[in-house]
């Protein structure tokens, strides 16, 4: 079963089940996915939906989830930083599982070997090649540290 699938039946599921949260939560996603389907068609034949496009999408969502909680909490609005935890939660399920930091190191440390990076003007060869290999798998944000640590030494 496709991860789109996946949530389509979760999606049945939770509106049978009268869950208010999840159903609001899985319905965008379900939209968001589809939008980025149709935006990718060519020739306007109906294709499948790729996990590949579904985990961008999701990883996108969680992304804008993280950023509305750091914002909601700098604007000591806890009430909506809880609301938005509990959306990124159910997001989260969906994600493929996330690498730690050590991971995300040991890619970053391979790529600075085999890109003969030294300094922070080397940054975007690194980037450019730990990206394809972390994507959807680890928060850019916490890549981009993780560079900048080992790059200035």
């Given at each position: 079963?496709?991860?789109?699938d996946?949530i389509l039946?979760?999606?049945?599921?939770?509106?049978k089940?009268?869950?208010?949260?999840?159903t609001?939560?899985l319905?965008?996603?379900?939209?968001?996915?589809?939008?980025k389907?149709?935006a990718?068609?060519?020739?306007g034949?109906?294709?499948?939906?790729?996990?590949?496009?579904?985990?961008?999408?999701?990883?996108?969502s969680?992304?804008?989830r993280?950023?509305s909680?750091e914002?909601?909490?700098?604007a000591?609005?806890?009430d909506?930083a809880?609301v938005e935890e509990e959306?990124?939660?159910?997001?989260e399920?969906?994600?493929?599982?996330?690498?730690d930091?050590?991971e995300i190191?040991a890619?970053?440390?391979?790529?600075i070997?085999k890109?003969g990076a030294?300094?922070?003007a080397?940054?975007?060869k690194v980037?450019?090649v730990?990206?394809p290999?972390?994507k959807?798998?680890?928060?850019g944000?916490l890549?981009n540290?993780v560079v900048k640590?080992?790059?200035n030494?």
């Amino acid at each position: 079963m496709s991860l789109y699938d996946q949530i389509l039946a979760d999606l049945k599921e939770s509106m049978k089940a009268r869950e208010e949260r999840r159903t609001l939560v899985l319905r965008s996603l379900k939209s968001a996915i589809l939008e980025k389907e149709i935006a990718q068609r060519s020739g306007g034949e109906r294709s499948e939906v790729s996990d590949e496009t579904a985990v961008e999408v999701i990883t996108k969502s969680a992304k804008q989830r993280r950023d509305s909680i750091e914002q909601y909490r700098n604007a000591e609005r806890e009430d909506l930083a809880s609301v938005e935890e509990e959306e990124l939660k159910i997001i989260e399920t969906y994600l493929p599982k996330q690498l730690d930091k050590a991971e995300i190191e040991a890619i970053v440390d391979g790529a600075i070997s085999k890109t003969g990076a030294s300094s922070m003007a080397d940054m975007g060869k690194v980037m450019g090649v730990v990206m394809p290999q972390v994507k959807g798998k680890a928060d850019g944000k916490l890549v981009n540290e993780v560079v900048k640590e080992r790059l200035n030494g």
